[in-house]
């Protein structure tokens, strides 16, 4: 069975702190996504991670992808509050001719 | 601008119509994507389409009909046979199924 698992699925933590989300998936993949969605609204792609090792960074967000592992981390350096929201990683299983699957998401709030 | 619109934003049915959710993109995207969001969960694909007059079912198409006449266009008919529609629905797009995905603003649809 095809599976993406995040976790946590809700995280409440302060302003300036760090954490880490985590995507764990079933089967061999090197194509994995992470979108961000604010309340109420649609999707923003984030992050596109294509090979074993590849890590990419944008203001205090990074992700990585370790395929071998099966694992993507997203991870959040001295958060602020305008970070809440719920981010999702997606896979891309050739078993699935590529077609997403998604994680539940991680519900993220921030605060001050 | 290039990008992928949804209309309406917002819509309500009575039980037993079918309704169509409008999907159009000007990226020159040959691939096009329904999705299903319910509250606090991932999403669930309904169809894709990978190029015109050529689409495929997702894991939750039963219920939901769409068409591909037009590269810009992927509209989603949900059919009275769907018995629990109340949902967000999203379109998105990608220049192949290999590539990044684009989301649309999404379709709010309610039954009455």
């Known amino acids: 069975e095809l599976k993406v698992e995040q976790n946590p699925l809700f995280l409440s933590m302060q302003e300036g702190k760090n954490y880490t989300i985590y995507c764990n998936y079933s089967?061999?993949?090197?194509?994995l996504y992470w979108y961000r969605q604010d309340p109420g609204k649609s999707l923003e792609s984030l992050f596109v991670?294509?090979?074993n090792g590849a890590v990419k960074q944008e203001g205090r967000l990074m992700a990585s992808l370790d395929t071998k592992a099966r694992l993507s981390t997203l991870h959040i350096t001295a958060a602020v509050h305008d970070l809440s929201a719920t981010y999702f990683c997606?896979?891309?299983?050739?078993?699935?001719?590529?077609?997403?699957?998604w994680g539940a998401g991680t519900k993220l709030i921030i605060k001050p | 601008d290039g990008g992928i619109t949804q209309s309406p934003k917002y819509l309500f049915r009575k039980e037993g119509q079918n309704v169509t959710l409008s999907c159009e993109q000007n990226?020159?995207?040959?691939?096009m994507y329904w999705y299903r969001q319910d509250p606090g969960q991932g999403l669930r694909l309904i169809y894709y389409?990978?190029?015109?007059?050529?689409?495929q079912k997702g894991d939750i198409a039963e219920g939901y009909s769409v068409s591909r006449e037009k590269k810009e266009s992927f509209p989603l008919t949900v059919t009275s046979a769907q018995k629990n529609p109340t949902a967000f629905y999203l379109c998105?797009?990608?220049?192949?199924?290999?590539?990044?995905?684009?989301f649309g603003p999404g379709t709010r649809l309610t039954v009455l």
């Open positions: 990226l020159n995207h040959d691939a």
């Open positions: 389409s990978q190029i015109v007059n050529d689409f």
């Open positions: 997606a896979v891309a299983f050739p078993d699935s001719n590529y077609q997403l699957i």
């Open positions: 991670l294509l090979s």
């Open positions: 998105a797009s990608s220049s192949s199924v290999h590539n990044e995905q684009f």
């Open positions: 089967t061999t993949s090197d194509r």
